[in-house]
């Protein structure tokens, strides 16, 4: 069995935390590949990052649509993740919406801890669309950049700072980490803490490696292009094959 890992954005230490993660959950039969967005932003913050991520991560699955038993988009605010789910020949899982809902299954409330004070309304949004905004106690974040060393002492008492204020004043019982490049920090944070840590990394990957185990049919929802008569206009001088493939 193989699953991809994207990482949408560029950063090379985020996209070595991923891989780590990968690599530990590895073992003969059950492969666990990382990529990084060929283009984009170096950290997401943003809606306007979210957008241009969201297109670097399409393309990626797009080229890789068939070569894999699963896909994990690891972001928390899951950049084209429906969008992957038309074209991706098996599951395809995204960070954010897999440790929210492990969180649910492990508590009655959670709340979601994310880096920067920019992601909150993002995070925000990505729990509403999800359904989950009555699961979810806060939206905290912990001060730092999604482009600050995120493994280290520092992030680790950034963290707890702000999930013990969330499980202190918010009443949560789980706490997500909010950003792929927390993963790190997961263990050390949950020995801190008296209420489960659930990294979306290790988290979607299991649950890949779940699914696609069961069979799961990819969405049957019709793929753009052929299947529905478009045809596509290629931006002059730009290299997108894993785009343009999906429209014949």
Not at 15 to 28: D, F, K, M, N, Y
Not at 61 to 67: F, K, L, S
Not at 98 to 105: K, N
Request: charged share 20%.
């Amino acid at each position: 069995m193989r699953i991809l890992v994207v990482n949408p954005n560029t950063s090379p230490s985020m996209t070595a935390t991923i891989e780590a993660v990968g690599r530990r959950l590895s073992h003969p039969g059950f492969e666990v590949v990382t990529r990084r967005a060929d283009f984009g932003p170096v950290g997401i913050d943003t809606q306007v990052d979210d957008v241009v991520a969201a297109f670097a991560t399409l393309e990626v699955i797009a080229r890789e649509r068939t070569a894999f038993d699963a896909f994990v988009i690891a972001c928390y605010d899951d950049p084209a993740l429906e969008a992957c789910r038309e074209i991706a020949s098996g599951p395809v899982l995204g960070i954010g919406e897999t440790s929210m809902l492990v969180a649910c299954a492990l508590s009655g409330k959670f709340s979601v801890v994310c880096c920067s004070p920019e992601e909150i309304p993002t995070t925000e949004a990505v729990v509403a669309r999800y359904g989950l905004a009555s699961r979810c106690a806060s939206v905290r974040s912990a001060g730092m950049s999604v482009t600050d060393d995120l493994t280290g002492a520092v992030a680790i008492e950034k963290m707890e700072a702000a999930a013990r204020r969330a499980i202190v004043e918010d009443g949560a019982r789980a706490v997500c980490l909010g950003c792929a490049g927390l993963a790190a920090v997961r263990s050390p944070l949950e020995k801190r803490l008296s209420v489960p840590v659930v990294d979306g990394v290790e988290a979607a990957i299991r649950m890949a490696g779940l699914l696609a185990a069961m069979r799961t049919p990819a969405s049957a929802r019709p793929v753009p292009g052929s299947a529905t008569g478009k045809g596509f206009t290629p931006l002059e001088g730009a290299r997108l094959p894993g785009i343009q493939s999906i429209y014949g």
